[in-house]
């Protein structure tokens, strides 16, 4: 009787979305615990590629039951525009999807003050997805917001229109520039609530509780990455919520003991999307060409992903948090082609040398040591079988193993679902 997690190592973008649709045939469930549409989770099979927002990876699995839960923030219009999106796909939603009551709710004015909070920030801006994740949670931990399940209340209009009303007051006091028409906002929210309506919506907890006992198995997906976390990531220039392993408990309400698994995945390199300090970040053309090769653009807001080498002071730190037992290491086959490959093995920390991650890692704090790797120039998106991969990427993988003391169980060697290499 075990749930098991996926979790992003990194800064996000790791490649959770894939692995969480290869991993679906081995769950009953699979559970979104945090984040919003902030989340861009990317499939592909049979030829055709699908972006998620908020519907967990596991959709495309009929057998499999998916589930928002508790921790997630919904906005309904991207919810509704996801499920209109996968009507031309056999996907019974109706009966694949379940909704948590307690879930909460984005708001149009969220999303707009998202956007007024980043214009008054200026160049100190955290580079939000700008979709109302930081106002919604603030709302949540302020105990203002609005719940999945306050929609099926009768007074759900005042409650909505006495949050806002707020929240417009709250915008004049930013002292920016931020058009918008409410009441067309507003149309199409409204809308989506109606539609929203049509799904199951339900008491999540206790489902996870019976699902539990009753010995089905459960996969939870995170969204973004460990370095993101609100307690543990680069604060300020983090997410709002707790990606890292404690966030699937309070996420979907399941105890610390009922946790198995905890799977981590991370880039065979590094990437980062928005501000905020990356010590082994790259601004050469090898940075470049991993930007280029590897197609590092942001599934939900089409921006540029920052490049660099992989950090392992910063993985074992996201392992340590998390308690990861067993790692995936995803696009190898990005890694073909450099005569040497480098890894950041420790800091030098204000003078010394340090293996852990300190409080602050800015540029001024942290120079990156690195660990020089032999490269390979094999294309590796058509091998199968773990023992054909080049010895130099599986002494890369040893490597790893032993510096994060935890084993490498997958290795991904491109975007489809078959090109996944188990061990
Ligand atoms: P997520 O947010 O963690 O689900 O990751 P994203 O979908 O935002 O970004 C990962 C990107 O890498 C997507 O475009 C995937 O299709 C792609 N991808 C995943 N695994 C691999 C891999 O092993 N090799 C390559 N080349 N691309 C991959
Ligand atoms: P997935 O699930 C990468 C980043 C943003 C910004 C910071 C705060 O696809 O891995 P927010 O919108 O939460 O206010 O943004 O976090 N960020 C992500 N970066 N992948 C994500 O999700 C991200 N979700 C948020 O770029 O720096
Ligand atoms: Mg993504």
Redesign the pocket.
Known sequence: MAVDLLL?LQW?????????DVLTQGYDIIARFQGGPN??????FNGM?H??HTIP?GIFHPTATNLIGNGVVIDPIILKKEIDDLAPYNVNLKQQLLISRKAHLILPTHRLLDAASETAKGKAKIGSTLKGIGPTYMDKTGRNGLRVGDIELSDFQQRYRNLTNKHEEMLANYNVDIQYNLAELEKDFFQAIETLKQFQLIDSEEYLYQALKQGKKILAEG???SLLDIDFGTYPFVTSSNTTAAGACTGLGIAPNAIGQVIG?F??YTTRVGSGPFPTELFDEVGETLTQ????????TGRRRRTGWLDLVALKYAVQVSGVTQLIM?????LSGFETLKVCTSYLYQGKEIKHLPYNIEEQNVTPVYTQLKGWHQDL?QIKDYNHLPQELQDYVAFLEKELEVPIKV??????RT??ITR
Not at 12 to 20: A, L, N, Q
Request: charged fraction near 25%.
């Open positions: 992003g996000g973008d790791e490649g959770k979305g894939k692995i969480v989340a861009g989770h990317t499939l592909e590629k972006v998620l990876s969204a973004q990455g995945i880039k065979a090769v590897g197609h590092e653009f942001g599934a939900t995803m696009k190898a086959d990005v998106t290795v991904s060697v491109g975007p489809d090109q996944t």
